[in-house]
């Protein structure tokens, strides 16, 4: 016995159909790749990034372990001196042109607090001349903000300017 013949062959108006789907599909990735026009910032506007990872000092100095002490522990784990491994919160101060604009204290990162405090901030800034002036501490033991850094920028329309710590030289940079 032979099996029915089936033609499952699309005909001219499937194909048609087909490729005005098709057409319509690119027309309208066409039409949202060009529209609405996106502008990251206003034509007279830079920008600052305050930006950086920074792991802040121990919150206490090591101490040595007495000889009672030590001889309560494991033997694999008699080290003569105990050191504490959470990091001090990283403070960040901000002044733009006199006035405050940031101030936030970061807490270290991870589950014993010993990794680093990270921020990201983006200021958006008229174009022209600013006077800057960034305070770090991180030392929960200093009294006082332990690095800073004044500077005046000149900021262009369109311009990024970033703030970052360098943890090679231990100083707040500004390019």
Same mark, same amino acid.
Request: positive net charge.
């Given at each position: 016995?032979?099996?029915?013949?089936?033609?499952?062959?699309?005909?001219?108006?499937?194909?048609?159909?087909?490729?005005?789907?098709?057409?319509?599909?690119?027309?309208?990735?066409?039409?949202?790749?060009?529209?609405?026009?996106?502008?990251?910032?206003?034509a007279d506007q830079g920008l600052l990034k305050?930006?950086?990872?920074?792991?802040?000092?121990?919150?206490?100095?090591?101490?040595?372990?007495?000889?009672?002490?030590?001889?309560?522990?494991?033997?694999?784990?008699?080290?003569?001196?105990?050191?504490? /491994?959470?990091?001090?919160?990283?403070? &960040?101060?901000? @002044?733009? #042109?006199?006035?405050?604009?940031?101030?936030? +204290?970061?807490?270290?990162?991870?589950?014993?607090?010993?990794?680093?405090?990270?921020?990201?901030?983006?200021?958006?800034?008229?174009?022209?001349?600013?006077?800057?002036a960034v305070r770090l501490k991180d030392d929960a033991r200093a009294a006082?903000?332990?690095?800073?850094?004044?500077?005046?920028? /000149?900021?262009?329309?369109?311009?990024? &300017?970033?703030? @970052?710590? #360098?943890?090679?030289?231990?100083?707040?940079? +500004?390019?």
């Open positions: 016995m032979a099996e029915p013949a089936t033609a499952d062959r699309a005909g001219p108006a499937a194909w048609a159909g087909q490729a005005l789907l098709y057409g319509l599909f690119a027309a309208a990735i066409g039409l949202f790749s060009a529209w609405p026009s996106y502008r990251p910032l206003p305050l930006s950086f990872g920074h792991a802040g000092k121990p919150v206490s100095e090591c101490r040595q372990r007495d000889p009672a002490e030590l001889a309560k522990l494991q033997p694999n784990m008699r080290a003569p001196m105990d050191c504490p /491994r959470e990091r001090s919160p990283v403070t &960040v101060e901000l @002044d733009i #042109d006199g006035k405050p604009v940031l101030r936030e +204290v970061l807490l270290p990162s991870g589950l014993k607090r010993d990794g680093a405090s990270s921020i990201y901030r983006r200021i958006a800034l008229p174009a022209g001349t600013h006077r800057i006082d903000f332990t690095h800073r850094h004044d500077a005046t920028i /000149r900021l262009e329309p369109a311009q990024i &300017v970033v703030i @970052d710590f #360098d943890a090679a030289t231990q100083r707040i940079t +500004v390019r």
